[in-house]
RNA sequence: GGGGUCGUAGUUCAGUUGGUUAGAACGCCAGCCUGUCACGUUGGAGGUCGCGGGUUCGAGCCCCGUCGGCCCCGCCA
């Protein structure tokens, strides 16, 4: 016996015709002298139906098939009655009238159920990992699975068309101790040596612009070692791409052009050709955020001038300390309830603030400044806000990283308590100019902010040497931006990249800055420092997230959702129980030994 | 490393102030059923209340510890 269809094509049209199906059983239906089941594959689900008088040996075996057993149908499809049809099913004004029935295999009991009404009754994820090919045959997940392999096919076929060859670096590579923690593999044959797999293919893709390729992308498997979070996983892909002799316009258009291509032919979604720009310093002002969801508003207010006379010592203090106050306005929410407040103030503690300040303005206008600045000055914060009557206020102050950091979480927060983002909406834009360094506090030291390949903005060269070379003006290496950019739809950062270094001078100064001697340089990125005395090109390009971009294709806040053999927040996969144990022998061979605890 | 939250039948959940034999739905097993598509219907089986300890005459419930799932902070050049 042959398939002639599948689960999912048979229509009207084909009404009469004599066809093979083969699938799983999705359901039985048992009405003693026949039997309806529900036969599903990747592509959808018909119902066949045995009947005892026309088909006794089908139908006899149709008694003993249960759930997820897997079988094969001959016969001949037939025309639903008008009041048997199903507006559910794709294949639902047709059913299939069995003659004979072939069980392929049978199945134990599933240890959860695949279809329940209401996805909200699901078993739960630990158990659906577990059983993970059983959870990949719920329709959904597959339709995931599906929409992330056309989401690479059309990023292909976008690179493609633009002239760019797909090129793959390898996954043994050579740890470079900067960034996130790496995932070591042991050498056998040297031993005592380790590789470290990728985090990205960062140098590699560069020095393919050092060996001329010009245009260079790779679906290219990443891995780091650090802790995961809903759209986060130690094993994840991301599209690489690099472009010689570009400036930052070119690169965006690629990213815009990219992006276009497979929100449309994958989700049908349009975006504007050419996204709105905004430099980070304008999103942290506005947005908290460096990457702001732009399906709302509810933009952070800066206060700190209105309360720069305070005499509210913690206020005060803060504002001479360099500090901000900021706030949001919910609207229509004056009436919410301590229970409301506390519970937001502990949402941004977590992000290091120390209160939330709160105004409502109901009938009489409350808050929980009041006694400390008094009522005309809690108007003048109002007016200054734009707040009126029926909305709340929501005042944090504090460090200026902290209050973007919590005051930003919160505007996100609030917007998804109040439903305030409208799911049919896709907002995007690129985020410019990123700060070259990040200040550590701990070690009082610079750290690169993108990656210590990241070429300053020609405007601050100056002030980087300057804060390299004078080191009483170190600091000023915290205002330096990078031609760094970041790529965010609806919230996620999609996509990021750089215009690179190309000078060995540059480059030298940048791992000045760092605080790299150029011996620890040579040691680390020697082999690059090399190439870059070879003639190379200016070039930059940008790394984009499959699984984020999938996450808004498929429309889920769970990375899970979009790979098909995910692993837990504790990095194991529950399904094949790793990481496991190895034999004695294998590590005798290496030359490890794994120190007990 | 830290915080929050959850853990009771195969699954999803309920379980009162600590008090008799821990319940429901779905699933499973056996029967009946000529048009279902969340089929209906009759009957049945199924429990180490995550694990360990403690308090108590008595613990699913209270306390301590521990393990696991999820979310968040730190971390993620």
């Not at 799983?24 to 036969?39: E, M, N, P, Q």
């Not at 996954?171 to 005592?192: C, M, N, Q, W, Y």
Request: with cysteine; charged share 30%; hydrophobic share 40%.
């Amino acid at each position: 016996m042959e398939r002639t269809h599948t689960c999912g094509e048979l229509r009207q049209s084909h009404t009469g015709e004599q066809v093979v199906l083969m699938g799983w059983v999705a359901k039985k239906r048992d009405f003693g002298v026949f039997t309806f089941i529900d036969l599903r594959d990747r592509e959808g689900v018909t119902q066949v139906v045995v009947s005892e008088e026309t088909a006794a040996a089908a139908h006899a075996k149709a008694k003993n098939i249960r759930g997820e057993f897997v079988i094969a149908v001959k016969g001949e499809v037939v025309k639903r009655d008008e009041g048997a049809k199903n507006a559910k099913l794709s294949t639902g004004e047709i059913e299939v009238k069995v003659d004979e029935l072939l069980v392929l295999n049978d199945a134990a009991v599933p240890p959860f159920q695949l279809e329940v009404a209401g996805s909200e009754n699901l078993a739960s994820e630990d158990t659906r990992l577990k059983y993970r090919y059983l959870d990949l045959r719920r329709p959904a997940l597959q339709q995931n699975i599906i929409t992330r392999a056309k989401a690479v096919r059309a990023i292909r076929e976008y690179f493609d068309g633009r002239g760019f060859i797909e090129i793959e670096t390898p996954i043994l590579l050579k740890s470079t101790p900067e960034g996130a923690r790496d995932f070591i593999v042991p050498s056998r044959i040297h031993t005592g040596k380790f590789f470290a797999l990728p985090q990205s293919p960062q140098i590699l893709k560069q020095i393919t612009m050092i060996a001329g390729l010009d245009r260079y992308y790779q679906i290219a498997r990443c891995f780091r070692d650090e802790d995961l979070r809903a759209d986060r996983q130690p094993e994840f892909t991301q599209l690489d791409m690099e472009m010689s002799f570009v400036n930052r316009e070119q690169v965006y258009r690629e990213i815009e052009g990219m992006f276009n291509h497979v929100m449309r032919t994958v989700g049908g979604i349009e975006l504007p050709e050419t996204w709105p720009r905004m430099t980070y310093a304008e999103a942290m002002r506005r947005y908290g955020s460096d990457k702001p969801d732009l399906r709302f508003g509810m933009e952070l207010i800066d206060l700190s001038d209105d309360l720069s006379d305070t005499d509210f010592a913690p206020f005060a203090e803060i504002i001479a300390n360099g500090g901000e106050i900021n706030c949001i306005v919910v609207k229509g929410r004056a009436d919410y309830s301590r229970k409301q407040t506390d519970e937001l103030q502990e949402f941004v503690k977590r992000y290091g603030a120390g209160a939330l300040g709160w105004i409502k303005i109901g009938d009489e206008i409350t808050s929980s400044l009041l006694k400390a600045l008094g009522e005309e000055k809690i108007k003048q914060l109002i007016a200054a806000a734009e707040a009126e009557t029926g909305d709340a206020v929501l005042i944090v102050a504090g460090k200026k990283s902290v209050v973007a950091a919590s005051l930003g979480a919160l505007r996100q927060e609030v917007a998804r308590r109040e439903n305030l983002i409208d799911r049919s909406k896709y907002e995007c834009l690129i985020v410019t100019e990123f700060p070259m360094f990040e200040h550590d506090e701990e070690t009082d030291a610079y750290i690169a902010a993108h990656h210590p390949f990241t070429s300053p903005m020609d405007e601050d060269l100056e002030m980087f040497k300057t804060a390299v070379n004078d080191p009483s003006e170190h600091h000023l290496l915290g205002n330096v931006r990078a031609k760094a950019y970041d790529a965010v739809i609806n919230g996620y950062e999609c996509a990021g990249g750089s215009i690179r270094i190309h000078q060995k001078e540059i480059q030298a100064l940048n791992f000045k800055a760092l605080g790299l001697s150029p011996e620890k340089a040579r040691e680390r990125f020697g082999f690059f420092l090399d190439a870059l005395e070879y003639g190379t090109p200016p070039h930059g390009g940008f790394a984009a997230g499959i699984e984020r971009t999938c996450m808004i294709l498929c429309g889920t806040e769970n990375i899970r959702d979009v790979m098909a053999f995910p692993k837990t927040a504790s990095a194991q996969d529950l399904m094949m129980d790793s990481p496991g144990d190895v034999d004695a022998s294998q590590l005798d061979e290496l030359g490890i030994g794994v120190v007990g605890e």
